[in-house]
């Protein structure tokens, strides 16, 4: 009853404010535009990571984390920490029909190789039950402590395979390491051979590209995406396509400022000894797939659909790092056709991470 007193008056709020979102309050979770909108970067943290964050902070740990005590807004770990009715409210507040949920940055990668796992673990019990709860609202992905390459193999077997989850999140790099060392690529046989998505997602990056004179402009805005965009080139250099062709990798902000580079680096390789199987662009547009988190921008947009291709682009909040209404607010406003939009916001999403119908 209070639930659906809240939803009613968050519904009357954006209907005076003239938000697009007002008309579905009523009709929560049934598509309103003719396809569902389906937000495919959505950040949660389960109580058990919150708590380990915390002992990470109390102890000096280096990078900083989200905890029930700060350093974010309350609102904003309240947010993140609530995989239930709160956020189902939030997404038919907003007009957003289905969340893929991620484990928020840096995930279990700060953690010794057991704590990682277990609480690895934890969290995709979590998701796992959060969304046969919800299994028209939520979809996730399985978080993996690369720290132990086989056991992370070996829990993404059993996400896929007995939990019912949708691909896999890292967030970027592991203690400084990428993905292209080659302990890791026990991690990548078992993606390939389940055939699932493995979701790159920024994190803090190496002090050399977020110094004081970044994080002055915005470490987020630009450092972020350098390193995942560089975490991308070290896995095409080290030749981990060739090794895994079927391998599916996904990041958001619209390819992390790859789409824009592209023309040059093939141009650039070219020029050079070609140690690979095929030019840099073939593999971003055979192995990769870009979001719009935090970037629902038209023109960028429509830059990254014609380099990247419309069947490797789909839409993403980043909720509740960003204002979910405004992203929808923005993508409703954008000259693009129902079947663009559907294609988008549901059918790349349905497809790639294979969500149910
Ligand atoms: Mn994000």
Request: aromatic share 8%; with cysteine; hydrophobic share 45%.
């Amino acid at each position: 009853m209070q639930r659906r007193e809240f939803i009613s008056l968050a519904g009357g709020a954006a209907l005076a404010s003239g938000a697009p979102g007002a008309a579905i309050a009523a009709d929560a979770g049934r598509p309103r535009r003719g396809y569902r909108l389906i937000a495919t970067e959505e950040g949660w943290l389960p109580e058990a990571v919150l708590a380990a964050n915390a002992r990470y902070a109390a102890a000096g740990g280096a990078v900083q984390v989200m905890t029930r005590n700060g350093p974010a807004p309350k609102a904003m770990v309240d947010a993140v920490g609530d995989i239930g009715s709160a956020r189902i409210a939030a997404m038919d507040r907003d007009g957003i029909d289905m969340q893929l949920l991620l484990l928020s940055s840096p995930g279990v990668q700060i953690f010794d190789a057991a704590e990682g796992s277990a609480l690895a673990r934890e969290a995709n019990d979590e998701l796992a039950a959060a969304i046969r709860r919800h299994p028209t609202r939520y979809a996730g992905l399985a978080a993996l402590a690369p720290q132990d390459p086989a056991g992370a193999a070996r829990e993404l077997q059993r996400a896929i395979n007995t939990l019912g989850l949708n691909g896999a999140i890292i967030n970027s790099h592991t203690q400084g390491e990428f993905l292209s060392e080659r302990k890791y690529w026990p991690i990548f046989e078992a993606l390939e051979s389940l055939d699932v998505p493995l979701y790159i997602h920024p994190r803090d990056p190496a002090a050399s590209l977020s110094g004081s004179n970044v994080q002055a402009v915005t470490a987020a805005g630009w450092a972020y995406g350098i390193e995942v965009g560089t975490h991308l080139m070290q896995l095409i250099g080290a030749g981990v396509f060739d090794r895994f062709p079927r391998l599916k990798i996904v990041v958001g902000h619209m390819g992390e400022a790859v789409p824009f580079w592209l023309p040059r680096i093939d141009n650039r390789y070219l020029t050079g000894p070609r140690p690979l199987q095929r030019k840099p662009s073939e593999y971003m547009l055979g192995n990769v797939w870009v979001t719009t988190s935090g970037m629902n921008y038209e023109e960028h947009l429509k830059l990254t659909l014609k380099v990247m291709g419309p069947e490797r682009v789909l839409f993403a909040v980043d909720y509740p790092f960003e204002d979910q209404a405004d992203a929808v607010r923005l993508l409703d406003s954008m000259s693009l056709t129902t079947a663009q939009k559907k294609r988008l916001c549901e059918d790349n999403a349905v497809r790639l991470f294979r969500i149910r119908g």
